[in-house]
């Protein structure tokens, strides 16, 4: 079946420590998208790619930090410049023919605390 | 400023209840709504998706409606059950100088069914 993995489902982070959430992609979708949600504010987009080799920017990118070097990998690294990381991650993605049309799968998250 | 917004934040009602949830977006240029359910600590599952071409979308016992010129959607569940119990996520996808497919999302409806 096709869909989103993201790994690892829960993460403990250290001060000062880069954390890497990846998430993987058999959908053979071009754009993918980060977004974090936390209790009670919805979700939120930190970056996003279209397509390969290139991304940008979201609302709240500061702190973080991604590559596409695959189109099935978007990974995303979580800094320690981001000073409140404490947040539930989640990867997406939907084929550009198919943004007015279809929807947008995404993976199950990835729980990111600090220790 | 494109903004989504969901009432009522929490909802409890009992078994076999008809209900109503409500979303309100600000910019009536749109490609798309969708309606999403996660399930604690889970990912979101798309549930129905409204071009902005069309008024309505059904899907069993979920029917979904869309008025852009008012700025509004319904999601309407019909005879609830306590596996209906979820969060319900209303998210839309602008027309108007957003990232491509990049979805604005409300904060959420936490539905409780009681048996």
């Known amino acids: 079946d096709g869909g989103i993995t993201q790994s690892p489902k829960y993460l403990f982070r250290k001060e000062g420590q880069n954390v890497t959430l990846s998430c993987e992609q058999n959908?053979?979708?071009?754009?993918m998208y980060w977004y974090r949600q936390d209790p009670g504010q919805g979700l939120r987009l930190i970056y996003y790619?279209?397509?390969?080799?290139?991304?940008q920017k979201g609302d709240i990118a500061e702190g973080y930090s991604v590559s596409r070097e695959k189109k099935e990998s978007f990974p995303l690294t979580v800094t320690s410049a981001q000073k409140n990381p404490t947040a539930f991650y989640l990867c997406?993605?939907?084929?550009?023919?198919?943004?007015?049309?279809?929807?947008?799968?995404f993976g199950d998250g990835t729980r990111l605390s600090i220790l | 400023k494109q903004e989504v917004t969901q009432i009522p934040a929490a909802l409890s009602v009992p078994e076999g209840e008809n209900l109503v949830l409500n979303c309100s977006f600000t910019d009536s240029a749109i490609y798309n709504l969708q309606w999403f359910r996660q399930d604690p600590g889970k990912g979101l599952t798309s549930l129905l998706l409204i071009q902005s071409s069309q008024r309505e979308q059904t899907s069993g016992r979920l029917n979904a409606s869309l008025d852009k010129s008012s700025g509004r959607s319904t999601l309407y569940i019909a005879a609830s059950q306590p596996g209906d119990s979820a969060t319900y996520l209303c998210?839309?996808?602008?027309?108007?100088?957003?990232?491509?497919?990049?979805?604005?999302f409300g904060r959420g409806t936490q539905l409780t069914v009681w048996p």
């Open positions: 998210a839309v996808t602008f027309d108007r100088g957003s990232t491509l497919g990049r979805l604005y």
């Open positions: 790619s279209q397509i390969v080799n290139d991304f």
């Open positions: 959908l053979n979708h071009d754009a």
């Open positions: 997406a993605s939907i084929p550009l023919g198919g943004v007015g049309n279809q929807p947008q799968h």
